[in-house]
């Protein structure tokens, strides 16, 4: 079946320090986007990317769309200790029938920060 | 703007039993997804409901089942509880205006369930 691959499934640095996420599907995908969940909570959404190459920025935060559309990374420039959680990213494959665009969620990054 | 509410928020169960759970979406919103949440598999589609009709269907057996109401409120059943079934049960509803759905997901709090 259709599966989004999602790299490094935990990832431990030091306050300041950068991080990066990244995603890949051996299929094209429609449109990516990219949730954070805080220990505890429910996933919130945070972006997405919909065009070959696209680049958008939140603040420290950094998404980019492979030119392919098959991968994608989310890059977090010095870490502070409210990034700590699991960030996901959610591909949507082509026309699944019945009028609908699947979405598919990698298995998340888990981001701890040190402070 | 009220979120999107699930209840209830924690249960436990015996294996065997059934358990429904229920989501609210956002108030016009018409598409509700229903998702499984462990901590070895990520997050699984189970469903997906569409102004009452069932959309998309994830990779799971015939004892998870759910349905959508007129007014978009749906509810998911799970019949013979089996231990791996314990998990966050996750609800999350959509715009979904027209098509290609591109709409982002509202998740809400979740139902966690614990089968013994």
């Known amino acids: 079946g259709q599966q989004v691959m999602q790299i490094p499934q935990y990832q431990h640095v030091q306050e300041g320090e950068d991080f990066t996420t990244y995603c890949n599907s051996s299929?094209?995908?429609?449109?990516i986007q990219w949730y954070k969940q805080r220990p505890g909570g429910h996933p919130v959404f945070l972006i997405q990317?919909?065009?070959?190459?696209e680049v958008k920025k939140q603040k420290r935060l950094t998404f980019q769309f492979g030119e392919a559309k098959k991968n994608s990374s989310l890059h977090i420039t010095a870490t502070q200790t409210t990034d700590v959680g699991t960030y996901f990213c959610?591909?949507?494959?082509?026309?699944?029938?019945?009028?609908?665009?699947?979405?598919?969620f990698g298995k998340g990054t888990k981001l701890s920060v040190i402070p | 703007k009220a979120g999107v509410t699930q209840t209830p928020r924690y249960l436990i169960k015996t294996r065997g039993q059934q358990v429904t759970l229920s989501c609210s979406p956002i108030?016009?919103?018409?598409?509700v997804s229903w998702y499984q949440q462990t901590p070895g598999q990520g997050l699984q589609f189970l469903f997906e409901?569409?102004?009452?009709?069932?959309?998309n269907k994830g990779n799971f057996p015939g004892r998870f089942s759910g349905r959508q109401f007129s007014n978009s409120r749906s509810e998911m059943n799970v019949s013979t509880l089996e231990l791996g079934d314990s998990a966050l049960y996750l609800c999350?509803?959509?715009?979904?205006?027209?098509?290609?759905?591109?709409?982002?997901?509202?998740f809400g709090e979740g139902s966690r369930l614990t089968v013994l």
């Open positions: 999350a509803s959509s715009l979904a205006q027209g098509a290609p759905d591109t709409g982002e997901l509202f």
């Open positions: 299929t094209t995908l429609s449109n």
């Open positions: 990317l919909v065009k070959s190459g």
């Open positions: 959610a591909g949507r494959y082509a026309y699944s029938g019945a009028g609908s665009y699947q979405l598919t």
């Open positions: 108030s016009g919103h018409r598409s």
């Open positions: 409901y569409f102004s009452e009709t069932q959309r």
